[in-house]
């Protein structure tokens, strides 16, 4: 009886392991264990480099100062894109929510015409003003990369 109960235990732990695993995101490959969870980055992580935040204010100033306003303070007609409103619209999503929604729907007038590395540039700027921390890296245009990195507030 104490076997059969030890057999039933370890075959409930094996399963209770494998379903622990699929829910963090591995799966099996033959002969191997691969991740495919998120980074679990934050913009917090330095996803950026200075130049990139400097090429995004450029492109920012032509793009997007008109409606956001010059400092990013936002007006009657665009929402703020530096502070606490900006922060707490944003955090829990991710970096490419964000470049997705400028590419996609921005500028107004324009609407269209930032490409992905545009608006990934133009993040990249909208971080640096929000105080987010420079990396040695710039952060590149590739949605999937992108998806793990989330906004978080300080």
Known sequence: MMNAMMKLTSSKAAWTAAIVAALCGFYSRPGSMIVVS????TVADGIYNADQAKRGQAKYT???SACHQADLSGSDQAPALVGGDFLDRWDGQSVADLADRIRTSMPAD??????TPMSVDIVS???SANGFPTGAEEMKPDRAALKGVMIKKK
């Not at 998120?38 to 980055?41: C, L, R, T, W």
């Not at 324009?110 to 490409?115: A, K």
Request: charge should be neutral; glycine fraction near 12%.
């Open 38 to 41: 998120a980074q679990g980055k």
């Open 62 to 64: 032509q793009a997007c």
């Open 110 to 115: 324009d609407v269209g015409s930032l490409t």
């Open 125 to 127: 700027y909208i971080l």
